[in-house]
């Protein structure tokens, strides 16, 4: 059995979720794109001054203003929603590759066929990335056709402290680009983790709470940071060091974006290298 039947058939089983996933996050995305017109003239610096742990939350750690259509996008989608829901199904798939299969007894049946360990571990991981990418393009291009229906494509006029006015310019599609790409570099990152643990520990629910906490545990940690500066030192390991802090769908791509790409790969490599050593868990 060939690694391109192994890949087909994984994506073929999960085509329905797929195409739920795919429809639900771009209604989400669309709906928040659409409350734009009625909170386009808000000011960040009420939404700012509940301090540093308050603003990195929000995303205003960079001093964005969400009244303008990039920096509304920030707050409403980039900073908070669309990571979340792209890391979601990042987990889940990095914990169906392997650990979800092995758990009822179906990867013992797979591998009792003409197949290797790596090929499954390859189709199934490639599997993954290219659900990922599937709901990652469609939401983009969702929200990319959103922009001038809520003219989030329109330059913005404000007024700064100081009374001078400023001029914000819209959101276009390479802004999309950057921010899902990033959005879902974090999200493959966080999948190479679910992917690990389940191929190491061959239990669900192992490699679910521990990716889980993973993520939700760096998300702690950069916020705890933007309160005390001893633990910056320890912000390296969270992904949201660089994801809030470069705001790439407000100032564009940065070489940071590479470092959840490393993440995953190896994060799979040790899994696969893993998963090779070791008997498969009884159901």
Do not use: H
């Amino acid at each position: 059995m060939s690694g391109g039947v192994v890949y087909r058939r994984w994506l073929r089983d999960r085509a329905r979720s797929t195409l739920v996933w795919t429809v639900g996050v771009v209604l989400i995305v669309v709906a928040s794109a659409a409350f734009y017109p009625s909170l386009s003239g808000a000011s960040g610096g009420g939404l700012g001054s509940g301090g540093s742990a308050m603003s990195s939350l929000l995303g205003l750690s960079k001093g964005i203003d969400p009244g303008s259509p990039l920096g509304f996008l920030w707050i409403s989608l980039y900073a908070n929603i669309y990571p979340w829901m792209l890391m979601a199904l990042g987990v889940a798939l990095g914990v169906a590759a392997i650990a979800g299969d092995e758990e009822t007894g179906a990867l013992e049946y797979l591998l009792a066929k003409p197949v290797t360990r790596t090929t499954v571990a390859f189709a199934r991981f490639a599997g993954a990335v290219t659900i990922l990418l599937v709901v990652s393009v469609f939401s983009g291009l969702a929200l990319v056709l959103s922009l001038p229906l809520f003219d989030l494509n329109q330059a913005t006029t404000s007024t700064a402290a100081d009374g001078s006015k400023v001029i914000s310019p819209g959101a276009t599609a390479i802004d999309i680009f950057n921010g899902t790409f990033s959005s879902f570099a974090v999200a493959l990152g966080l999948a190479g983790v679910a992917f690990l643990i389940g191929a190491i520990t061959g239990r669900k629910g192992v490699a679910l709470g521990g990716a889980s906490a993973f993520g939700i545990g760096g998300y702690v940690l950069y916020t705890l940071s933007n309160m005390t500066g001893s633990l910056k030192p320890l912000t390296w390991i969270s992904p949201w060091r660089w994801y809030v802090d470069d705001a790439m769908a407000v100032y564009g791509l940065t070489w940071n974006v590479v470092l959840p790409f490393a993440g995953a790969v190896v994060g799979f490599l040790i899994g696969w290298w893993a998963f090779l050593r070791r008997d498969l868990q009884n159901p």
